[in-house]
C-alpha cells in the first residue's frame, strides 16, 4: 500500500531527508528520545558450556538496568585459551520474536521445527555465528529487546488485538503489538524503538569489552533488522572495530511508496529525517570500516533506492564497501564467506 490519493503529503510536507548528514554520533542519539540510564554494572552470569562441531558455546546473561535479562551466547573455536578479536551477530527480525540468538547459533537453544525456516531463507541454511567462530572470533549472539528473553510474554498482548486478529498466533499478534499498541508507549514516554534496540545494542558492546574471551577489536555483523541495529551502531559507537550491514540499506525516498509498511519502526525514529538520509546514519560511523551487502531482488526495497544509497556512500563514506548479490532477502553462504572474510582482514 502507498499514500494513494495523499501522494501529495510529502511534498506537502516537505518531506527532503539531507543526502549528507546534520548530525554527528552524540547528536543522533537526540533522536532516539529518553532513554534509560546506561548501567555500570552489567551483573555478568555464565551458564553451561558446549562443545559443538568445533565451536565451544558458552550460556551468558547480562542486566540492561530494566527488563528482563539478556540471554546470549559466547561462541569460540574450541580449545581456543586466548583473547580472540570479537564480534556481536545481530539477530534479524523476521516477524519472529520469540526467538532472537536462535537464528544464528547451533548446537544450543535449537529453533522448533516450524521456524526453521528463517535459517533456511534467509542464513542460507547455516548457522553463521557458529561459521564466523571457526574463523577465529569470538562471537556474542543476544537478544535484543522485543525478541528471545526479551520479549513481551503473550499474556502481555492486549485483549484488543487478540479480538482484531481472532487467534493467539503469538508471532502475528508480536508483529500487531509493536505496531499498534508499543509504539503508542514510546511515544507517550518520550523514546523510539531505535533507540532501545541501539541501547540494548551498545549494552551488548560494552559488555564484550568486558569478557576476557575478546581481545578489544570487536566488530558487528547483522541482516535486516539485525542489519539496521549493525548500522545504527556503527553510527553510535566509535569504539566499534568494523560494522557489516546486510539487506538493510535504501534511501528513506525510495521507502515512501510501498516499503514503509514492510519495516519495523526501528527504521523510522521521529524527525530523523529532518537531520539525515537512511545512507547518511552509515556515514556517521566514517572512517571506521563499514560493508554493505545489498540483496539485489530484495523485495523489501526498490533496485534505485539501494543504487542510490550505494553511490551516496562510495561518495561520503571514507572506508566503505559495498557489494550486490542477485539473491531476495537473505544472507546466503557466499555472502557470508565474503562478509566474513572482510572482518578478517579488518579485526
Known amino acids: 500500500m502507498d499514500l494513494g490519493p495523499f501522494a501529495d503529503l510529502p511534498a506537502a510536507l516537505s518531506f527532503a531527508p539531507p543526502a549528507q548528514p546534520k548530525i554527528d554520533s552524540n547528536s543522533i542519539l537526540t533522536y532516539f528520545g529518553t532513554l534509560p540510564k546506561f548501567p555500570t554494572d552489567f551483573a555478568i552470569e555464565r551458564g553451561k558450556s558446549t562443545i559443538f562441531e568445533g565451536v565451544h558455546i558458552t550460556e551468558i546473561s547480562w542486566s540492561t538496568g530494566w527488563g528482563p535479562r ?94 482484531l486478529l481472532g487467534a493467539p498466533d503469538y508471532e502475528k499478534l508480536s508483529v500487531m503489538h509493536e505496531s499498534m499498541a508499543l509504539s503508542k508507549y514510546l511515544s507517550l514516554f518520550g523514546t523510539t524503538l531505535a533507540g532501545l534496540l541501539n541501547f540494548d545494542d551498545r549494552v551488548a558492546l560494552a559488555v564484550a569489552q568486558n569478557l ?37 540499506m535504501a534511501t528513506y525516498e525510495s521507502m515512501i511508496d510501498i516499503h514503509v509498511a514492510p519495516h519495523s519502526w526501528m527504521f523510522f525514529p521521529q524527525g530523523l529525517a529532518r ?55 537473505s544472507f546466503t553462504e557466499q555472502m557470508q564467506e565474503d562478509a566474513f572474510d572482510w572482518m578478517v582482514a579488518h579485526v
Request: proline fraction near 7%; glycine fraction near 10%; hydrophobic fraction near 35%.
Open 70 to 163: 539478556t540471554q546470549a551466547f559466547l561462541l569460540k573455536p574450541e580449545g581456543e585459551t586466548k583473547p580472540l578479536p570479537g564480534a556481536l551477530f545481530l539477530h534479524s527480525h523476521d516477524d519472529v520474536k520469540e526467538y532472537g540468538k536462535e537464528k544464528v547459533v547451533e548446537g544450543v537453544g535449537q529453533l522448533p521445527e516450524h521456524l526453521q525456516w528463517v535459517r533456511k531463507d534467509h542464513y542460507g541454511n547455516r548457522a553463521p555465528a557458529n561459521e564466523l567462530a571457526k574463523r577465529g572470533f569470538a562471537v556474542l549472539a543476544f537478544d535484543c529487546f522485543m525478541w528471545g528473553s526479551r520479549r513481551f510474554p503473550m499474556e502481555n498482548m492486549p485483549a484488543r488485538l487478540l479480538e
Open 275 to 329: 537531520a539525515t538520509d537512511w545512507p547518511g546514519v552509515a556515514m556517521i560511523g566514517s572512517p571506521h570500516p563499514l560493508y554493505v551487502q545489498y540483496c539485489g531482488n530484495d523485495q523489501l526495497f526498490t533496485d534505485k533506492g539501494m543504487k542510490d544509497a550505494h553511490q551516496l556512500l562510495t561518495l561520503h563514506h571514507v572506508n566503505y564497501r559495498g557489494d550486490s548479490y542477485p539473491v531476495r532477502h
Open 212 to 248: 576476557p574471551e575478546m581481545n578489544g577489536s570487536i566488530s558487528a555483523v547483522g541482516l535486516s533488522g539485525g542489519g539496521c541495529r549493525a548500522i545504527y551502531l556503527h553510527a553510535t559507537s566509535p569504539q566499534l572495530r568494523a560494522t557489516v550491514s546486510v539487506g538493510a
